[in-house]
């Protein structure tokens, strides 16, 4: 078999390469000594994301995963309990962090499209009991990735704050794609973040920055944040010029996500009629098409056979696939992998 060149890549919205202007404005940054705080490009980032969110303050950290992990082990004493969707990003993609780095026990809750509702919550929260972990914090994904980039509806969101914070619990918001939900709703990301103690954004997904995410929350969980990253080696040096990436995606890649929506539903609406591939358009609502197949190949093959026609997705499940759009995939771009896939699929 012959390797084809990837000429359009839908495997993940993280596969986004720095665009010219990107780097030349990441080349002229202004930078200093950022775990001394002197990296003015980085503080600049850190104040613009502390108001975006709506919050005291905010941290630049190295990848999403490490907020997720700091936020966790701010709110959380080991042996407490964290609620999450079952899909929840640090269930399966951190490496066992919540175990090995906050000593968190995770009750998963399920829920349709990677979410839950305020009433499973309030089900979840256990009991002051010597016998139960203590519930602590409330997780939710927004939007969710397993979930098919779902967006969690506002009253959702709001109630099961509401609830959680009845029952003395804290909550984060893991925003990796929340930028997508501002655009998605025309709902202001400091909006989605207000019932939330802790929220983040991440830069290298939709956003399409090389390096970076930075988590937001009051100043005192900054302060204890911060401390975190100083001992897991997430302080950084002159990382104003990976800084200055994320601060051009937030003035210039946020409005034109957009275009990766309108690009996902594209791609939706036209595997949606192909044979075998169980999917309803209606349900995409951001960058994120989550298909099953049904016909003789399963998902892992459907993804090889795609792959020899220079498009990559992703096979999540024995019968389940996912494509991701993004600022290096146009429409031209879909309709080729609508192509490829008419003829995989037939
Ligand atoms: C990608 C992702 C993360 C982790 O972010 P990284 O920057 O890749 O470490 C966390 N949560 C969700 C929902 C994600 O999609």
Not at 38 to 63: C, I, W
Not at 160 to 178: C, F, K, N, P, S
Request: charged share 25%; net charge neutral; glycine share 8%.
């Amino acid at each position: 078999m012959t390797t084809v060149p990837i000429d359009v890549d839908l495997y993940s919205d993280t596969v986004t390469k720095p665009t010219a202007a990107m780097r030349r404005f990441m080349c002229d940054a202004e930078v200093g000594d950022e775990q001394k705080g002197e990296d003015p490009t980085v503080n600049a980032l850190q104040a613009r994301v502390a108001e975006l969110l709506g919050k005291e303050a905010a941290v630049f950290l190295p990848s999403g995963t490490m907020c997720n992990e700091i936020a966790m082990r701010v709110h959380c004493r080991p042996g407490d309990e964290m609620i999450a969707h079952r899909t929840a990003h640090p269930i399966h993609f951190e490496s066992g962090g919540p175990a090995a780095l906050a000593g968190v026990n995770v009750r998963a809750i399920d829920g349709p499209r990677g979410q839950f509702d305020a009433a499973a919550v309030e089900e979840a929260i256990r009991p002051e009991n010597r016998y139960f972990p203590r519930s602590r914090l409330v997780w939710v994904e927004q939007t969710s990735n397993l979930g098919g980039g779902s967006v969690w509806p506002r009253e959702r969101v709001e109630q099961i704050a509401a609830v959680a914070r009845r029952h003395g619990l804290r909550t984060h918001l893991d925003g990796a794609r929340v930028m997508n939900a501002v655009i998605a709703t025309g709902v202001s990301a400091a909006s989605w973040a207000a019932p939330f103690d802790s929220a983040w954004i991440d830069f290298t997904k939709g956003l399409g920055a090389p390096v970076g995410a930075a988590l937001a929350g009051s100043r005192d969980f900054i302060t204890e944040a911060w401390r975190l990253k100083q001992q897991m080696g997430g302080a950084m040096r002159q990382a104003g010029i990976i800084a200055a990436g994320a601060l051009w995606a937030l003035t210039h890649h946020v409005e034109r996500l957009a275009d990766d929506h309108a690009n996902a539903r594209r791609l939706a609406r036209g595997l949606a009629v192909l044979p075998g591939v169980k999917l309803d358009p209606d349900e995409v609502e951001t960058n994120i098409v989550i298909f099953d197949v049904t016909g003789p190949l399963a998902a892992p093959a459907v993804v090889a056979r795609l792959l020899e026609r220079g498009v990559r997705m992703g096979a999540l499940g024995p019968r389940t696939v996912r494509a991701v759009t993004h600022l290096d995939v146009d429409t031209a771009g879909i309709d080729r992998a609508l192509d490829a896939a008419r003829t995989v699929l037939r």
